[in-house]
């Protein structure tokens, strides 16, 4: 399973590239393959505004339906279209093209529950 | 399911194993103020099955049914022919179910019946895709509103007075719960007040809610309500009563509707006293995944073969729990098997026909009215309001008509309690010939 170092995850096992106050995030390895084939991703919508731990979208299985939930609190700023025709890329390529959303951190959110790889790793094993 | 009644051989055997003497030791536990003491209910003695079958027999025969009478009666409830085939064909084994079934690899007929049902729904509404069915019209209409609440993000709904009163109590009752305004706006004339509605949309409003043709039978251009959500981002929901209108006028998907909900009980499926009935559900493609409900889809199989299949399962209450698009779990399964032999067996140009007949006797109706009674204005398709200068002449009217085997309309105070007393809500369907049409009206000239 692939864990790559320079992201942060999150205990709803989205992971997340922080560009300065620019986020990229989507969903882990492990949770693409815990979901198994993926039909369809509802995106959260452009310019909406949430806080940590909302749920901004949704990724549906052939066996599941699962909410997004937001990392931090921010603004979305751009969504991965490529996603409405070929949802299977959050299975082929859930770091590179499978990407949810990305969206603007909000001034003073709590980075501070994000997990790094390594923290990560012993979490998916506890 | 058969039922196999135990035996008291077996009762006493389950008895003797869990050892207790006595079935009421079970009951222990409820105090013995409401235990029923046996012998002490007024049961007649049993009766053999050939004295039941002739004691209920008297008591239907009593009944008053619109088989054997000449029915002007509307509302959201129609009597349409049910060609003998639709019986047949829902009736055999492999269609004699109320369940959607799980299992693909046993049940192609029935979901194939469904697949059909849908694309049918779709091409009679003018809508991109209709689900399985619904139970009846008012909880399709309320799970509207709650689909475009979940689309739109907002609260508030617009309602006309012109739905069925009965939709909109169901849907004043599913929102009850939930935060956000149900604004309702009033009819102009026992009509649709199209611009009120219109005028009523904001940028808070998640739909408006219209029927089409509406409660009191009147058939209005959707138009301005297409724009007025257009401007505003508010969902058309189009609820209607009588769903063979649109075999004869422009279906809610002309006018843009984003939902069309309403009742498919005019195709295939009798009145039957008030259910079971159908409710029917259509909307655009893009919000396929906020529908409640089901849909079967068309696919292949590992070997390339043509299948069906249900889909969007995913989204409900079973798996979703809390989540869930809505609390619908099931189908309208076998009146929706019901509907779509209907379909097939009449065809475009069979609907066309029932469709131009229940027109034709409604305007043969109205163009024969003493000037004492006046109908609605306006286009209608197969029902509308007739006033009488008061109460007392419509009811004179109403026993008349009864005495002759006609049901001649349901005084509209019955369904809509703010009416005027001397309205009477009148409908008519292929089944209602010219002397049937004639006769009603010669009763009517003898009570004026």
């Given at each position: 399973?692939?864990?790559?170092?320079?992201?942060?995850?999150?205990?709803e096992?989205?992971?997340?590239?922080?560009?300065?106050?620019?986020?990229v995030?989507?969903?882990?390895?492990h949770?693409?393959?815990?979901?198994g084939?993926?039909?369809?991703?509802?995106?959260?919508e452009?310019?909406?505004?949430?806080?940590?731990?909302?749920?901004i979208?949704?990724v549906e299985s052939?066996?599941a339906?699962?909410?997004?939930?937001?990392?931090v609190a921010g603004?979305?700023?751009?969504?991965?279209?490529?996603?409405e025709?070929?949802?299977?890329?959050?299975?082929s390529?859930p770091y590179?093209?499978g990407?949810?959303?990305?969206?603007r951190?909000?001034e003073?959110?709590?980075?501070?529950?994000?997990?790094?790889?390594?923290?990560?790793?012993?979490?998916?094993?506890? | 399911?058969?039922?196999?009644?135990?035996?008291?051989?077996?009762?006493?055997?389950?008895?003797?194993r869990?050892?207790?003497?006595d079935?009421?030791?079970?009951f222990?536990?409820?105090?013995?103020?409401?235990?029923?003491?046996?012998?002490?209910?007024?049961?007649?003695?049993?009766?053999?099955?050939?004295a039941?079958?002739?004691q209920?027999?008297?008591?239907?025969?009593q009944?008053?049914?619109?088989?054997?009478?000449?029915?002007?009666?509307?509302?959201?409830t129609?009597?349409?022919?049910?060609?003998?085939?639709?019986?047949?064909?829902?009736?055999?084994g492999e269609?004699?179910?109320?369940?959607?079934?799980?299992?693909?690899e046993?049940s192609?007929?029935?979901?194939?019946?469904?697949f059909?049902?849908?694309?049918?729904?779709?091409r009679?509404?003018?809508?991109?895709?209709?689900n399985a069915?619904?139970?009846?019209?008012?909880?399709?209409?309320?799970?509207?509103?709650?689909?475009a609440?979940r689309?739109t993000?907002?609260?508030?709904?617009?309602?006309s007075?012109?739905?069925?009163?009965?939709?909109?109590?169901?849907?004043?009752?599913?929102?009850?719960?939930?935060d956000?305004?149900?604004?309702?706006?009033?009819?102009?004339?026992?009509?649709?007040?199209?611009e009120a509605?219109?005028?009523?949309?904001?940028?808070?409003?998640?739909?408006?809610?219209?029927?089409?043709?509406?409660?009191?039978?009147s058939?209005?251009?959707l138009?301005?309500?297409?724009?007025a959500?257009?401007?505003?981002?508010?969902?058309?929901?189009?609820a209607?009563?009588?769903a063979?209108?649109?075999?004869?006028?422009?279906p809610?998907?002309?006018?843009?509707?984003?939902?069309?909900?309403?009742?498919?009980?005019?195709l295939?499926?009798?009145?039957?006293?008030?259910?079971?009935?159908?409710?029917?559900f259509?909307?655009?493609?893009?919000?396929?995944?906020?529908?409640?409900?089901?849909?079967?889809?068309?696919?292949?199989?590992?070997?390339?073969?043509?299948?069906?299949v249900l889909t969007?399962?995913?989204?409900?209450?079973h798996?979703?729990?809390e989540?869930a698009?809505?609390n619908?779990?099931?189908n309208?399964?076998?009146?929706?098997?019901?509907?779509?032999?209907?379909?097939?067996?009449?065809?475009?140009?069979g609907?066309?026909?029932?469709?131009?007949h229940?027109a034709?006797?409604?305007?043969?109706l109205?163009?024969?009215?003493?000037?004492?009674?006046?109908a609605?204005?306006?286009?209608?398709y197969?029902?509308?309001?007739?006033?009488f200068?008061?109460?007392?002449?419509?009811?004179?009217?109403?026993?008349?008509?009864?005495?002759?085997?006609i049901?001649?309309?349901i005084?509209?105070?019955q369904?809509?309690?703010e009416?005027?007393?001397?309205h009477?809500?009148v409908?008519?369907?292929?089944?209602?010939?010219?002397?049937?049409?004639a006769?009603?009206?010669?009763?009517?000239?003898?009570?004026?």
């Open positions: 399973m692939s864990i790559p170092a320079e992201l942060k995850y999150t205990k096992h989205e992971w997340l590239r922080i560009k300065g106050d620019v986020a995030f989507g969903i882990s390895d949770a693409q393959e815990a979901l084939d993926i039909v369809f991703v509802e995106p959260p452009v310019g909406r505004n949430f806080d940590a731990e909302e749920s979208g949704v052939v066996k339906v699962s909410d997004v939930y937001a990392p603004e979305i700023t751009g969504i991965n279209d490529a996603l025709g070929s949802p299977e890329l959050v299975n390529d590179g093209e990407w949810i959303a990305k969206f951190i909000a003073g959110a709590d980075l501070s529950e994000l997990m790094d790889a390594d923290a990560y790793q012993a979490y998916l094993e506890e | 399911m058969r039922f196999l009644p135990n035996t008291d051989s077996d009762r006493r055997a389950m008895l003797e869990i050892g207790i003497a079935m009421r030791d079970l222990a536990d409820i105090p013995a103020d409401f235990h029923i003491k046996t012998g002490s209910l007024d049961i007649p003695p049993a009766k053999s099955e050939a039941i079958l002739r209920f027999s008297k008591a239907a025969d009944n008053r049914h619109a088989g054997q009478s000449r029915c002007f009666l509307g509302a959201g129609y009597h349409h022919f049910v060609p003998a085939v639709v019986d047949y064909v829902i009736s055999r269609f004699l179910t109320a369940y959607t079934p799980y299992q693909p046993i192609q007929g029935t979901l194939q019946a469904l059909e049902f849908q694309t049918m729904i779709s009679l509404t003018g809508m991109e895709i209709a069915s619904m139970y009846e019209a008012a909880t399709a209409v309320a799970e509207a509103a709650l689909m609440r689309i993000r907002r609260s508030r709904v617009v309602l007075r012109a739905v069925n009163p009965r939709y909109r109590a169901v849907t004043r009752n599913y929102l009850s719960r939930l956000g305004e149900v604004a309702e706006v009033d009819v102009q004339g026992l009509a649709t007040d199209i509605l219109a005028a009523a949309v904001d940028n808070s409003t998640a739909c408006v809610i219209v029927q089409y043709p509406d409660f009191y039978g058939v209005t251009d138009s301005p309500l297409r724009q959500c257009d401007a505003t981002g508010a969902l058309l929901v189009v209607f009563g009588d063979t209108a649109f075999a004869l006028i422009n809610p998907g002309h006018f843009g509707a984003d939902i069309a909900v309403g009742s498919g009980q005019s295939g499926i009798p009145m039957g006293f008030g259910g079971p009935h159908l409710g029917l259509a909307c655009k493609k893009k919000f396929l995944r906020q529908m409640p409900g089901r849909v079967c889809g068309l696919t292949e199989d590992t070997e390339g073969r043509r299948g069906f969007l399962s995913t989204r409900e209450q798996i979703r729990r989540r698009t809505s619908i779990c099931t309208q399964g076998l009146m929706c098997t019901a509907a779509a032999t209907y379909m097939t067996l009449l065809g475009d140009a609907l066309a026909k029932v469709a131009a229940s034709a006797a409604l305007q043969r109205i163009d024969g009215l003493p000037t004492q009674v006046q609605a204005t306006g286009p209608h197969n029902e509308t309001v007739l006033s200068e008061n109460t007392e002449i419509r009811n004179r009217f109403l026993e008349s008509a009864e005495k002759h085997c049901f001649g309309g005084p509209l105070e369904i809509e309690p009416a005027e007393t001397r009477l809500l409908a008519t369907t292929e089944m209602i010939e010219a002397e049937d049409v006769e009603y009206l010669q009763l009517l000239e003898g009570v004026i």
